[in-house]
């Protein structure tokens, strides 16, 4: 059975994240990882610490078959690139088991722009999963070497635990999911109604912990 990763901030995880990673779950058949990001060095101060989101990741999928919460880059010193992420499962799971690593099509068109982008499927595959206002399509980036390398590796999804690495698969959302953790944390600080994105017990908590108040909204 394939490995897969969904990796982001979460901050917060909300209903949209869940759902993509039920989604990934079912089209895959496979447990989901999701790895929450180590607080990245360029980010502000005022978000949810990395204590934080993790257990708002453990609320959020609570109950969920087959979700896992993987906390590998927050004991991890140092930037939170995927690679680097990717690498550690293949020398812990070996050299043929399939790796799938998730993304957004917004993710998707910049991925050219990731730290060493064309390693990653040297280790792994690349699922991109559908998002509002972003094109599903390996040929989104700019730059042509990016396009025709992406392309070049489109594969089916099925085809993702045929070979340990180097496929695009696409999945679309139908409808796409929305929700936004930076328009989430903009409704807290300004006092507007938020609760209805995040699952019930994910709300409790940054109720109770007091995240993202007012001027935290950057």
Do not use: N
């Not at 930076?182 to 006092?191: N, W």
Request: charged share 20%; with cysteine.
């Amino acid at each position: 059975m394939a490995w897969v990763g969904y990796g982001g901030t979460f901050d917060p995880v909300h209903l949209g994240h869940v759902a993509v990673a039920c989604a990934v779950r079912d089209a895959l058949d496979a447990v989901v990882h999701l790895v929450p990001a180590a607080d990245p060095p360029h980010k502000s101060a005022t978000h949810a610490d990395a204590g934080h989101r993790r257990r708002m990741l453990e609320l959020a999928i609570a109950g969920e078959r087959r979700l896992r919460v993987d906390p590998r880059e927050l004991d991890r010193h140092g930037p939170s690139y995927s690679i680097d992420t990717l690498a550690q499962v293949r020398r812990e799971l070996g050299a043929t088991v399939p790796l799938v690593w998730v993304i957004g099509a917004d993710s998707l068109g910049q991925l050219h722009r990731w730290h060493r982008w064309q390693a990653l499927f040297d280790v792994a595959h690349v699922l991109a999963v559908g998002r509002p206002g972003h094109a599903l399509d390996a040929g989104a980036p700019a730059e042509r070497e990016a396009v025709d390398f992406l392309r070049s590796r489109l594969c089916t999804r099925e085809a993702l635990h045929r070979a340990p690495a180097g496929g695009l698969a696409l999945l679309p959302m139908e409808p796409p999911r929305g929700e936004s953790s930076t328009a989430i944390r903009a409704l807290i600080a300004a006092g507007g109604p938020w609760e209805s994105y995040v699952p019930p017990a994910v709300a409790g908590y940054i109720r109770r912990h007091r995240l993202y108040a007012a001027g935290d909204a950057a």
